[in-house]
Structure formats: C-alpha cells, structure tokens
C-alpha cells in the first residue's frame, strides 16, 4: 500500500492551478466579458424599448388631441353650415313671402283696376242702350252724341256709387 507520491501530488496540484490559469485566462474572461456585453445590450435594449414606448404614448397623445381638435373643428364646421343654411333658409321664405304679398297686392289692384274698367265699360253700354231705348221711344236723339252719353253715365255712375 502505497502512499501518494508526493511529487505526483505537488505536480497535481500546479497542473491544476496553471490548467487554473489558463481557463480563466482564456476560458473565463472571454465567456465573462461575453455574459457582460450581452447584458449591456439587453439593458439598453430595454431601455430603448422603454424610450420608444414613451415616445409612442406621447405620439399617440399628441394624435389624439389632433384628432380632438380635428374632430372639433368639424363640429364646428357643421354648426356654421346648419347655421348658414338656416339664415338662408329664413332669407328665401321672408323674400317668398314678401313676393307671395307682392303678388297678392298686384292682383288685388290688377282686380280693382279691372272692376273699375268693367264698371266703367258696363256704364258706357248701359248708357248706350239706354239712350237707344230712349231714343226709340222720342225718336230723335243721336246714338253718338256724347255729351249726352257722358252726362248719362256720370248720373249712372254717381248712383251706383251711393
């Protein structure tokens, strides 16, 4: 039964530690700095993302209130054509209505004017025919005469004006 050598045990043991050595060296440094970097850039892809979705929301802030106002600005818009389109509206039935009373005022001494003329025009038969008759009955008046024409429509006249 052999002990351990040792020279086998101290050889072991630099062997291990240089093997030490070397791995980090080469091994764990590298793998460290790699576990590091990678850490750096999910950082600071983490905080770019949170920047960006700062950014987004205040975006979608500044949309909203553009659409708000948008949105506004077409109400508005609408409330100022109704707002028109009523006036107006108001302004073609006061003109229609004062055309429509126009109208009606035109007709209505248009119808006076007629009633005049035909009153007129029934005085001047009347006139004639009773002249005819009269003369029928006397037997020398002139259908034509008319100062006498005249004078009988202005008595018919003035008692059918009573």
Excluded: C
Aim: no cysteine; charged share 35%; aromatic share 6%.
């Amino acid at each position: 039964m052999s002990l351990i050598n040792p020279y086998t045990f101290i050889f072991t043991i630099i062997n291990l530690v240089v093997l030490y050595l070397i791995l980090r060296k080469f091994l764990f440094k590298p793998v460290t700095k790699f576990m590091e970097e990678r850490s750096q850039k999910i950082r600071n892809s983490l905080e770019e993302a949170d920047r960006k979705v700062h950014e987004a929301n205040d975006l979608k802030a500044q949309y909203e209130e553009i659409l708000k106002k948008a949105d506004d600005e077409g109400k508005a818009i609408i409330d100022r054509a109704e707002k028109y389109a009523k006036e107006k509206a108001e302004k073609i039935i006061e003109e229609a209505n004062t055309e429509a009373k126009a109208i009606i005022e035109r007709a209505k001494e248009e119808a006076e004017t007629e009633k005049i003329k035909a009153m007129h025009d029934l005085r001047v038969n009347l006139s004639h025919l009773i002249i005819e008759a009269a003369s029928k009955a006397i037997g020398n008046i002139n259908v034509d005469d008319d100062e006498i024409i005249n004078e009988v429509v202005k008595e018919a006249g003035a008692s059918w004006n009573k």
